[in-house]
C-alpha cells in the first residue's frame, strides 16, 4: 500500500478528449492524481516521467492502438507491472478480449462508463496492485500452503468444469453446491477467492455474498459472481454493492477465468508473505541488543533463503502441469521438468545434453520449425497443433521463449496439453444445441396442444349434443383418438429434446420400440426398411422411458448413417436366461430373466480398431464439424445405468449389430388403457375464472366447463385475470390459469393473485409445462394440474379434487 503522504497516479489513454474528461470526472472521487494522454505515443512518453499505480487505456486509437501500447509497456521492467484496464466502445467480442488478456489486460471496460462499475474496478486494483508492488520491495515471496479456492454452484457439470480449469493453477479447488455448503465451508478454510453463482435455490449469490462480508473472518475474501444471465448493469451493481470483486458470465472461457484468478492468488500469498515478514522483523527486534549472533543468524538466514528460494523455484517448475524444456539454440537440453521427463519417459539426468529429437521425437518437427523463427525477445508459438504420442493422439500449444542477458543463445520450451480442454468445449457447444432444442420443442408444444385442446374440446361437445348416434359417435371417437395420439407424440418429441432426471418406472420395451420407430420412420431415407420382431414373451423392465428411447434412436440413426444408399434396419427382441457367469461371458451380468433387444443393420460396417473404439467418448469416424462421438457413449453409460449390457458386433461391408441385454421385472404389471366409455358427470356450481391468450381456447373451454354445470368469466391474458379476481375474488370458487401468456405469465399471475386471495384455488392447465415448475407451484400452494388436450372427464375429475382438497 502507498504511504499515507502519497496519493496513487494513474495514466488515462484516449484520443478523444471527451471521454478523458468524463474519465478524469468519475475517478476525482478517488482522490488520486490524473495524467492524460491522447496518443500511444504520449502514454509511453508519460510513463518515462511518472510511477503509474494503473493505466486506463482506450483500444481503438489511431497510430498506435492500445494493444501495441500494451506490449511496449509489458516490454520495459519500469513499467511491466503496471495493471491495465483495456477501454473500448466496440461490441463484446471474446477473441479481442483474449488477444487484449494475452497482452497484459487485467480486466475490461465497455463505453459507455457505467461509473459504479468502473470505481468499484479501479478502487479494487489499486489496492491490490500497489500492496503487491511494495511487497515484493520489501521481502523475497516464501513458500505458503497450496491456496484453496471455493466454487459455489447447483450445477455438478459447472463445477466440474471449474475444478478442470483451475487445476492448471495448483490450487486445491473445494466444492459446494449451495449457499450454506458454502458457509459451512468457510468455517474451516481460508480461501483465496470464491467463484459464486449468482442463481441459486434456497439462497443466492447475493445473499450468500451479504453474509460473508458480514462475518469478519470472511470479510476481506475476494467474491467473484458467476452467471449464465445476459449481462445487465442493474444486477452488476447489485453485486458490487454486496462485495463481488468482478463478474464473469458462463459458458466458461478458459484464459479469461484463470487471468482473474491468477490475480487474487497473487495476493492471497502475498499476505501470507506479509505475516511471516511481520514475524521476522519482530524477532530481529528482540535479539538487537546480540549483534554478533545476530549477524551469524542473518548470515544463516540469507543462505537458507537462497537454497529455500531455488528448492522453491525447483519445487514450482516441477510441479507445472506444462512441459518445460530448457535447450539452446540449437536444441540441445539443458534442463526440464518432471512433466517433461514423464511425457519422454526419459530421466532429466539421462535426457541433459541430448538433442531434443532425440528424446522428444514427437515434437521434434514443431521445436525445429519454431526454434528457426525465435528472434531476440521474441516469443513465438504454435497452437492447436495435434501430436501423435504412442497409440494416444494429443492436441499440444508450443511456445518457445528466447532468454536474455548472458544465457540470449538460450531458450525455453513450453508445451501444454489442451486436449481435454478442447473436447469440454465441444462437450459444452454440444449441450447448449440440446437446450436450444428443448426450448423450440416446448415453445411447439405449447402451441400444438393448444390447437388440439380446442378440437378435443369441440370434439366432447360434440359428443354430448348429438346424444346416442352410433355412426356421429364412432366419428367422434376416430377424432378424439387422433387428438390423443398427436398429444402422445407430441410428448415422446420433447422427452427426447428436454434434459430430465432420471424416473425409472415399469415400462413395456415392445411400446417403447413402437414409440421410437414412430420417430425413426420420419427422420431417415425411406429407402431404409424398418423391420421390427418382438419374440420376447416377458417384455416389462424397470427404466426411464425418456433415455432409453434416447439410447434407441441413437443406434437407429446411426444405422440410418451407415446406409447411405438404403437397406434394412432389423430391431428384434427375446428373452435370455443367464443362470451364471459362464452364460453371460463376457457380460458379466447377474443371474436371472432379461430381454436381448438386438438393432442390426445391413450398412457398411466397422474395422476392427473402429469397433474397438466405438463407445469412447467423443470418438466419432464423421468429418469434422457432422459428428461429436457422443452418440454411443450416451448409449453405453444409459445402458450401464439400467443394470444392463451392450455389445457390438461387426465386419467391413457385413453390416452391424448391437446387442442389448436388460433385466426383466417379472413382479410388475403394465395395465393397458383400452379405453373406458364416457359415464354421467356430475354437475358443479359456483363461478370459475378461466385465463388463457387464445381465443379459441376460451371458447370452447367456456362451454365444457358450463356442461359441467359452472358459470365462467374469462380472461384473456395476466393482467386482466388480476383486476377481475380484484373486482370479483369472493365470488371465484375456482380460477384455470394458462402457463404461457404474453404480458404477464402463468407463475407471476398466480403470485399476483394470491397477494390479493391467500386461499385462492388454481388450477394450472397448459400445453406445455417444464416439470419442475409445476412441482415449485404445487409447493407454493396450486390445488391441481392438467396438460392440454384434455378429456372433459378428466377436467371433471381434476375440478371435483381440487374443491374437496382443503386449503393450504
Do not use: W
Not at 504511504?3 to 476525482?28: A, G, M, Y
Not at 450398412?603 to 473402429?610: L, N, Q
Request: charged share 25%; aromatic share 6%.
Amino acid at each position: 500500500m502507498t504511504s499515507l503522504d502519497e496519493r496513487h497516479r494513474i495514466l488515462i489513454v484516449d484520443d478523444i478528449p471527451e471521454n478523458l474528461t468524463v474519465l478524469e470526472k468519475i475517478l476525482s472521487e478517488l482522490e488520486v492524481d490524473i495524467v492524460r494522454a491522447g496518443s500511444g505515443n504520449e502514454a509511453l512518453k508519460a510513463t518515462l516521467y511518472n510511477d503509474f499505480s494503473m493505466i486506463i487505456l482506450d483500444l481503438m486509437m489511431p497510430g498506435m492502438n492500445g494493444v501495441e501500447v500494451a506490449e511496449m509497456l509489458k516490454q520495459e521492467p519500469g513499467t511491466s507491472d503496471i495493471p491495465i484496464i483495456f477501454v473500448t466502445a466496440m461490441d463484446r467480442d471474446e477473441a479481442f478480449e483474449l488477444k487484449a488478456y494475452g497482452k497484459g489486460a487485467v480486466d475490461f471496460i465497455y463505453k459507455p462508463f457505467n461509473k459504479f462499475v468502473l470505481i468499484s474496478k479501479v478502487r479494487v486494483l489499486l489496492d491490490l496492485y500497489s500492496m503487491k508492488r511494495n511487497l515484493e520491495s520489501a521481502f523475497s515471496r516464501q513458500e505458503t500452503e497450496q491456496p484453496k479456492i471455493l466454487v459455489v454452484d447447483d450445477t455438478p457439470d459447472n463445477i466440474l468444469v471449474f475444478k478442470k480449469l483451475l487445476t492448471k493453477l495448483d490450487v486445491e479447488v473445494v466444492a459446494a453446491r449451495s449457499g450454506n455448503e458454502a458457509l459451512a465451508e468457510t468455517l474451516y478454510n481460508d480461501f483465496a477467492v470464491i467463484f459464486l453463482d449468482v442463481q441459486m435455490p434456497e439462497m443466492d449469490g447475493y445473499e450468500v455474498a451479504e453474509i460473508l462480508k458480514s462475518d469478519e473472518k470472511t470479510a476481506n475474501i475476494p467474491i467473484i459472481f458467476v452467471t449464465a444471465i445476459d449481462r445487465e448493469d442493474a444486477k452488476e451493481i447489485q453485486g458490487y454493492d454486496t462485495g463481488a470483486v468482478d463478474f464473469i458470465f458462463k459458458p466458461f472461457n478458459e484464459y479469461i477465468l484463470l487471468s482473474k484468478a491468477r490475480v487474487f492468488l497473487d495476493i492471497y500469498k502475498l499476505r501470507a508473505g506479509l505475516e511471516s515478514l511481520v514475524q521476522e522483523r519482530t524477532t530481529a527486534l528482540r535479539m538487537s541488543n546480540r549483534k554478533l549472533r545476530k549477524e551469524i543468524l542473518e548470515k544463516e538466514a540469507t543462505e537458507k533463503t537462497l537454497l529455500h528460494t531455488q528448492s522453491y523455484l525447483s519445487s514450482i517448475l516441477n510441479s507445472i502441469h506444462s512441459v518445460l524444456i530448457g535447450a539452446d539454440s540449437s536444441g540441445v537440453i539443458i534442463d526440464m521438468n518432471k512433466t517433461a521427463a514423464k511425457i519422454s519417459g526419459a530421466s532429466i539426468r539421462y535426457a541433459k545434453g541430448k538433442n531434443i529429437s532425440e528424446i522428444f521425437p514427437f515434437y521434434s518437427t514443431i521445436i525445429d520449425e519454431l526454434l528457426l523463427q525465435v528472434r531476440t525477445d521474441e516469443p513465438v508459438e504454435k497452437t492447436g497443433v495435434t501430436v501423435m504420442i504412442g497409440d494416444s493422439e494429443r492436441v499440444n500449444n508450443f511456445a518457445v521463449y528466447p532468454s536474455v542477458g548472458e544465457l540470449s543463445d538460450h531458450v525455453v520450451i513450453r508445451v501444454d496439453d489442451v486436449t481435454e480442454a478442447k473436447q469440454m468445449e465441444v462437450e459444452l457447444q454440444q449441450r447448449r444445441h440440446i437446450d436450444s432444442l428443448g426450448q423450440l420443442a416446448g415453445g411447439i408444444a405449447h402451441d400444438f396442444n393448444n390447437m388440439l385442446s380446442a378440437i378435443m374440446g369441440a370434439a366432447e361437445l360434440l359428443r354430448i349434443k348429438i346424444g346416442d348416434n352410433p355412426d356421429l359417435s364412432k366419428q367422434i371417437g376416430s377424432i378424439v383418438a387422433s387428438v390423443e395420439r398427436s398429444a402422445d407424440l407430441t410428448g415422446k418429441l420433447l422427452s427426447f429434446a428436454r434434459k430430465t432426471g432420471s424416473e425409472k418406472t415399469s415400462l413395456d420395451i415392445h411400446r417403447l420400440i413402437k414409440d421410437t420407430v414412430i420417430i425413426l420412420q420420419r427422420s431417415i431415407d425411406k429407402r431404409i426398411n424398418i423391420v421390427v420382431e418382438p419374440k420376447a414373451v416377458c417384455s416389462i423392465i424397470d427404466g426411464d422411458d425418456s433415455e432409453l428411447s434416447n439410447a434407441l434412436l441413437n443406434l437407429g440413426i446411426n444405422a440410418r448413417d451407415a446406409m447411405p444408399d438404403g437397406g434394412t434396419l432389423t430391431i428384434s427382441t427375446e428373452n435370455r436366461i443367464i443362470k451364471s457367469i459362464k452364460d453371460s461371458k463376457d457380460f458379466q451380468l447377474k443371474r436371472g430373466k432379461y430381454v436381448e433387444l438386438k438393432v442390426s443393420d445391413t450398412g457398411t460396417g466397422m474395422t476392427e480398431d473402429v469397433r474397438k473404439k466405438a463407445f469412447e467418448p467423443f470418438f466419432t469416424t464423421k468429418p469434422q464439424g457432422k459428428g461429436t462421438g457422443l452418440g454411443l457413449a450416451s448409449v453405453y453409460g444409459t445402458i450401464k445405468s439400467h443394470h444392463g449390457t451392450i455389445s457390438l458386433r461387426s465386419r467391413p461391408e457385413s453390416g452391424t449389430a448391437f446387442t442389448v441385454l436388460l433385466p426383466v421385472n417379472e413382479r410388475a404389471e403394465i395395465v393397458n388403457d383400452l379405453g373406458s366409455s364416457e359415464t354421467d358427470i356430475e354437475k358443479i356450481n359456483g363461478t370459475v375464472l378461466l385465463v388463457d391468450d387464445e381465443d379459441i381456447v376460451r371458447t370452447v373451454g367456456t362451454e365444457l366447463l358450463q356442461e359441467l354445470g359452472l358459470d365462467v368469466i374469462t380472461a384473456n391474458n395476466g393482467r386482466r385475470a388480476i383486476d377481475i379476481v380484484k373486482e370479483k375474488g369472493d365470488s371465484i370458487v375456482l380460477i384455470l390459469l394458462d402457463m404461457i401468456m404474453p404480458e404477464l405469465n402463468g407463475r407471476d399471475c398466480y403470485r399476483e393473485i394470491r397477494k390479493i386471495l391467500p386461499d385462492v384455488n388454481v388450477i394450472i392447465c397448459s400445453g406445455y409445462a417444464p416439470e419442475e415448475m409445476i412441482s415449485d407451484l404445487y409447493m407454493e400452494g396450486i390445488r391441481g394440474f392438467i396438460r392440454k388436450p384434455f378429456r372433459l372427464s378428466e377436467l371433471s375429475k381434476v375440478i371435483k379434487t381440487s374443491l374437496s382438497s382443503p386449503s393450504t
